[in-house]
């Protein structure tokens, strides 16, 4: 019986270690810095009153969960600096806008975006199929 406790023992106490040093994926990657400071601009920017990430938010324009790999940086750049007719321009700093895509480049690791963007319409809605 000892012998059988001693073994499970050493069993968990390998598991453990192997699970704490080997356990986590990429989803579980910590937040930078600037993915820190990124969350703070995007939430006193307000961007999600008209964007979703992973599908919640506003639907005024398009999901960014995925828009880093979807889209070039200096796109965003653009959008995020000027706006367009629709989207206001933001005044932010060089440094801020870089820290705002750090943060949708996070978004954009631990998430996948479940609607594509040829089946959203640019007020937001999405274009379901009929039943
Ligand atoms: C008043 C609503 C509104 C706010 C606030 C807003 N956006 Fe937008 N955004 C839009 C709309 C609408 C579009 C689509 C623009 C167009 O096609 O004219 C857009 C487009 C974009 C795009 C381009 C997406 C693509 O697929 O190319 C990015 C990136 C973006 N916004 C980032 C942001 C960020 C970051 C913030 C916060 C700093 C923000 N937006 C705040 C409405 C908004």
Not at 66 to 76: A, L, P
Request: proline share 4%; hydrophobic share 40%.
């Amino acid at each position: 019986m000892r012998t059988v406790l001693a073994i499970l023992l050493v069993l968990f106490a390998t598991y453990s270690v192997l699970v704490y040093e080997y356990g986590h994926g990429d989803r579980d990657e910590r937040a930078s810095t600037a993915v820190r400071v990124g969350i703070r601009i995007w939430q006193e920017e307000i961007c999600q009153s008209c964007h979703q990430l992973y599908g919640l938010g506003g639907y005024m324009g398009p999901d960014l969960t995925n828009v880093v790999s979807q889209r070039d940086t200096m796109r965003i750049r653009t959008f995020i600096r000027y706006g367009t007719g629709r989207m206001p321009a933001h005044a932010l700093s060089d440094v801020e806008i870089d820290q705002l895509i750090a943060f949708l480049a996070w978004v954009d690791r631990t998430g996948t975006r479940t609607m594509p963007p040829e089946a959203t319409h640019w007020t937001g809605t999405y274009l379901l199929e009929k039943p």
